[in-house]
């Protein structure tokens, strides 16, 4: 099922209000928090007169392009001109924007040293800091940096097993 | 011949921006979170090294990098790769910079921090693991924004994922005179690795200096950039040896006399422009080289910033005129080669 607001994107998520529900995607969805919780729009049909599906396609354009994010005022078509978050949360609110940009530049996800810290987990431990007890650990790392031709990282690892097993610090 | 000859520096990049302030380019008002980030940047930049506060606002006159009489501070620390030019335009910029001019993190330029390591010599991964340390430090202190897959959120999005830039400056005058580097260029820009020309990238006279930087990737990890620019760093240190025997076998006899040449005019000059240098320098580097000098490689390179033009002003204490410029860059060269003799 699509949007029934943008008719453009699956249905993420459905919000039931005294007003009525309606079911809307991602984008739609995140756009409709924020505004709410800034006050700009006190509910659904707030919501979906900005829209204003009876208005002609122009103004509906002319409308989403001056949609501003509330957390630092870029506007679509500020964002469109100089390809340019304003803030963090520019990313929520243009999360459908984003998410085009993130398929142009090739649309893989991030997996490395700090994947997982937007539960503010940290990053791995550095080699440095491993111990005698990692050397299993170190070992299998040090097959998968050979086996991805990761050379000087094979190296650097090889280097730290040697000094923990020669029982340096 | 040795990698570390051909390879002069290496610098890691990391872009990182903070939840709850607007980025750089629409920040207005804001001033107490403002300070309150900034507070804690220093803060951390002073428990991780020994370092020095600069800020855009007390280097020049009106935060513009001009010709004006107070900046000279500022273009110092761009022509020594400290600081990017795009720093001198943001009014609420500025930089920390370790005494050992090996670390700068800066604020407020196109995101909130710009963190970079540079180090001598082709050591990107002693560069990227020395940065960590800093960033990781900022990561445990600052909300710093980040999104799942995403990665880091960064003003323009081709820097999202690592957020991270890792670059290595190479002297390739064989390659150059050649004339084999356009086609590297773009082979390697398929690749999504740029190559350009540093210290006058469009003037007659250069310094064969170029570097070689990966482009965006936002699916890459920090390794796998890494791991790709050493192994796109070693097959240009391999190309350019071949294309100086290649020029040695058609014209040695040519090049020995321009080598020899280029270092009689580094020892006995009076007065000596920059662009005189600049392509002097490189021949006797090359000099070294092919054997014909004996030189210390690490010793010149460490020279070459010394004698650029706003840093001799720094040096003086006051804006040099140009003449005066050349008359104290001959002199300091000369002493240097002469020190940086081996056996
Ligand atoms: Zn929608
Ligand atoms: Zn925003």
Redesign the interface.
């Known amino acids: 099922m699509l949007c029934g607001l943008c008719k453009m994107r699956p249905v993420e998520a459905i919000i039931k209000t005294d007003e009525g529900s309606a079911s809307l995607c991602a984008a739609c969805f995140q756009r409709y928090r924020m505004l709410k919780a800034t006050g700009e729009i006190e509910g659904l049909s707030d919501y979906f007169y900005m829209y204003d599906e009876f208005n002609p396609i122009s103004a509906f354009i002319a409308r989403s392009a001056q949609m501003a994010c509330p957390s630092c005022g870029t506007t679509l078509s500020k964002l469109k001109n100089d390809f340019k978050f304003g803030c963090a949360k520019c990313y929520d609110f243009f999360s459908d924007k984003a998410d085009e940009y993130f398929e142009e530049l090739g649309g893989q996800e991030y997996k490395g040293r700090y994947a997982g810290y937007e539960n503010k987990k940290r990053p791995g431990r550095r080699l440095s800091e491993m111990t005698a007890d990692d050397l299993p650990f170190l070992m299998k790392k040090l097959q998968e940096a050979r086996d991805n031709q990761e050379l000087s990282r094979a190296d650097a690892i090889d280097r730290r097993i040697r000094q923990l097993k020669g029982g340096k610090q | 011949m040795n990698i570390q000859d051909i390879v002069v520096s290496s610098r890691i990049r990391f872009a990182r921006?903070?939840?709850?302030?607007?980025?750089p380019?629409?920040l207005k008002g804001n001033e107490a979170k403002l300070q309150e980030f900034l507070n804690t940047v220093q803060s951390v930049c002073a428990s991780k090294f020994d370092g020095d506060l600069y800020t855009v606002n007390a280097m020049t006159v009106g935060g513009e990098i001009s010709e004006g009489a107070d900046d000279y501070v500022l273009n110092m620390l761009v022509e020594n790769h400290l600081i990017s030019p795009a720093l001198g335009r943001s009014k609420l910029g500025g930089a920390i910079i370790s005494k050992d001019k090996t670390i700068s993190v800066m604020f407020n330029e196109?995101d909130h921090l710009r963190e970079q390591c540079i180090l001598e010599g082709f050591r990107?991964?002693e560069a990227y693991?020395r940065l960590?340390?800093v960033d990781?430090a900022l990561?445990?202190r600052l909300d710093?924004?980040?999104?799942?897959?995403?990665?880091?959120?960064?003003?323009?999005?081709?820097n999202?994922?690592?957020g991270m830039r890792a670059s290595v400056m190479m002297f390739l005058p064989a390659l150059d005179l050649v004339g084999d580097l356009r086609r590297i260029i773009k082979k390697y820009a398929g690749e999504d690795v740029t190559i350009r020309g540093v210290y006058g990238e469009n003037t007659e006279a250069k310094g064969f200096m170029y570097q070689i930087s990966n482009q965006?990737?936002?699916?890459?990890?920090?390794?796998?950039i890494?791991?790709k620019m050493?192994s796109v760093v070693k097959e240009l240190c391999m190309l350019e040896e071949q294309a100086r025997r290649a020029i040695w076998d058609r014209k040695g006899v040519d090049i020995e006399d321009q080598i020899m040449r280029a270092y009689g005019a580094l020892l006995f000059a009076r007065v000596l422009g920059s662009d005189e240098f600049m392509i002097n320098i490189a021949n006797v580097k090359l000099g070294v080289g092919y054997g014909l000098l004996k030189l210390d490689i690490p010793s010149i390179n460490r020279l070459i910033p010394k004698v650029l033009p706003y840093t001799l002003s720094v040096k003086a204490g006051k804006k040099l005129s140009p003449r005066e410029r050349d008359i104290m860059r001959a002199k300091i060269v000369r002493e240097a080669l002469i020190a940086c003799k081996t056996k």
Do not use: Q
Request: a negative charge; one cysteine or more.
């Open positions: 921006n903070v939840n709850n302030l607007p980025f380019h629409v196109e990107l991964r693991e960590l340390e990781m990561h445990d710093i924004a980040f999104k799942k897959g995403l990665g880091h959120l960064t003003a323009c999005p081709t999202l994922g690592a965006a990737a936002i699916g890459r990890s920090e390794d796998m890494i791991a050493e």
